[in-house]
């Protein structure tokens, strides 16, 4: 016998000593060509970024964090920290590397406000941290001064973390009620329907939450396609900062209708574009997705004054789509929009005036045979109100709800469910949780017909104090699309914002795994 094969056997055989307790408690083998099945766990950890609120004085910001109650154990947290505005660094010596600019000063002042020896030698107090799963906890920040926020939940406070973020800004431009949902950070993002005209100053708010710098593109597309930029190629965002860029800086010719895409070409981001209008109010433009052939845009409300879509057509495909408007009665196509035609590599608005009719709906935006397959991305800009006291929310194209959406910051009037089912018919389950000073859960299981948008008051918790969160939980049928409607009045002139629902991933698919000796053989 060589030294070979006697290798191989004691190999073997410490393997087997190692892994035989395994091999007793296996399960029962596959059927051949059967792949295990996967099982769905929750997430270990979950990371959050919000933007900075406001540049205004008047601007009044409150914070609710909230985890649904679930079956993971352990210890853990959930918080947020700020991160503060930094110089970009954008020379040619010490911007455009990536590598942010910073002296060795500057890299030792982060590595302390890090380490938590900031200038006082302390550690910024954590924002609105969670104490127990099912109970919101919130906070307010007063002023342009509240910063951008970031921050991580792990063990029972990863699965399905939701931050929600709601600025009123009282007077002034963009006057009105901005919401956005915090969201994690990533490398690729679509924002139709931002503007760089002279009435709207729209910011994209790029933050990174790493310690390493991150370099972003942001390439922008008009009516008539790409549009020119070098001012917006190479932005280098610092380590644990956030970098807000003013649209109208990128273009030297104002442009009513944009498609921005951020792409980010080291580290990652999040990335939020806030819209500043002197006529029409403002809010926060999500991203709208990775683009897809069909677009689905939920929570068009009852009271909308007109609905002014943006569609753009990455790629080298035209666009053909069918546009129709799903309410409670069904679906219909909107008179004179059977089809719209969208250019490859360009961006189309259209508006859709008094398209609701004093009906909740959604836009539902698909291939005609001609362009079947083309990705697209959309957004909508809705707007409410009388001339002087105009309010704007934004809708992007969102994905449906495969298990479970959440979305924090309710009261006890004002919130609203836009609930979508398409294809078939489905059924879902709301829940309002306990509130932040009190009470307890209550639940309401809705049956949705097929084609239809259905909009219902949710329910409240039980002597409810403070404010509360609402999950929808996707039991039965169909694909469901779902957005919440925040409404507030100040001083008698309404406001609202409108948050989609996507799915929050709070579980993941995890693929069984067995031992297979054989590979020591190969």
């Not at 509130?435 to 008051?457: C, D, I, N, R, W």
Request: aromatic share 4%; net charge negative; glycine share 12%.
């Amino acid at each position: 016998m060589n030294r070979t094969t006697l290798s191989l056997i004691g190999v073997t055989a410490a393997l087997a000593a190692v892994t035989g307790f395994a091999a007793l408690t296996a399960p029962d083998p596959q059927t051949p060509g059967q792949a295990p099945a996967a099982e769905r766990l929750p997430v270990q950890r979950s990371t959050l970024v919000c933007p900075q609120p406001a540049s205004s004085d008047l601007a009044e910001t409150r914070y609710t964090a909230f985890t649904p109650p679930n079956e993971a154990g352990g210890d853990g947290r959930a918080r947020l920290l700020p991160l503060p505005e930094k110089d970009t660094g954008l020379s040619d010596e010490d911007g455009k590397d990536g590598k942010g600019g910073k002296g060795d000063e500057d890299r030792e002042q982060d590595k302390a406000e890090k380490d938590g020896e900031g200038e006082d030698g302390k550690q910024p107090a954590p924002v609105v941290p969670l104490e127990q799963a099912g109970t919101p906890v919130s906070g307010t920040a007063d002023g342009s001064d509240a910063p951008a926020l970031a921050g991580s939940a792990d063990g029972p406070f990863a699965p399905g973390w939701t931050v929600q973020q709601t600025t009123a800004v009282s007077a002034g431009t963009g006057r009105g009620l901005y919401g956005t949902a915090c969201s994690a950070p990533d490398t690729d993002f679509w924002f139709p329907g931002a503007g760089s005209t002279e009435e709207r100053q729209d910011f994209v708010h790029l933050t990174n939450p790493d310690d390493t710098a991150a370099v972003v593109d942001l390439e922008l597309y008009g009516k008539d396609g790409a549009i020119e930029s070098e001012t917006g190629r190479g932005l280098t965002v610092p380590p644990r900062s956030t970098l807000p860029v003013l649209l109208s800086t990128l273009t030297d010719e104002p442009v009513g209708d944009l498609a921005v895409h951020a792409v980010v070409r080291t580290g990652r981001v999040s990335a939020q574009v806030q819209v500043l209008d002197e006529k029409l109010g403002g809010d926060w433009l999500p991203p709208a997705g990775v683009p897809r052939p069909t677009a689905v845009l939920p929570g068009l409300p009852v009271d909308a004054d007109s609905v002014h879509l943006v569609v753009h057509a990455p790629g080298d495909s035209d666009a053909d789509l069918k546009v129709q408007v799903a309410t409670g009665n069904g679906t219909i196509t909107p008179a004179g929009l059977e089809t719209l035609h969208v250019k490859a590599g360009m961006t189309t608005a259209v508006d859709l005036d008094d398209l609701t009719r004093g009906a909740a709906a959604s836009l539902v935006l698909t291939p005609t045979e001609s362009g079947a397959g083309t990705p697209i991305v959309a957004a909508a800009r809705v707007t409410q109100g009388e001339d002087g006291e105009r309010e704007t929310a934004f809708i992007p194209a969102t994905t449906p709800l495969e298990q479970r959406a959440t979305a924090a910051d309710n009261r006890k009037e004002g919130s609203t469910l836009s609930l979508f089912a398409r294809g078939t018919a489905a059924e879902v389950r709301v829940t309002a949780s306990a509130g932040s000073g009190g009470g307890s859960p209550q639940s309401k299981t809705y049956t949705l017909k097929a084609g239809t948008t259905t909009e219902v008051e949710p329910p409240q918790p039980k002597d409810v104090k403070g404010v509360f969160a609402l999950t929808v939980e996707h039991l039965s049928g169909g694909e469901v699309y779902a957005a919440r409607t925040l409404a507030e009045e100040d001083g008698g002139v309404p406001a609202f914002t409108v948050q989609t629902l996507p799915d929050d991933r709070g579980r993941v698919a995890v693929p069984q795994a067995g031992q297979d000796l054989s590979v020591l053989t190969r």
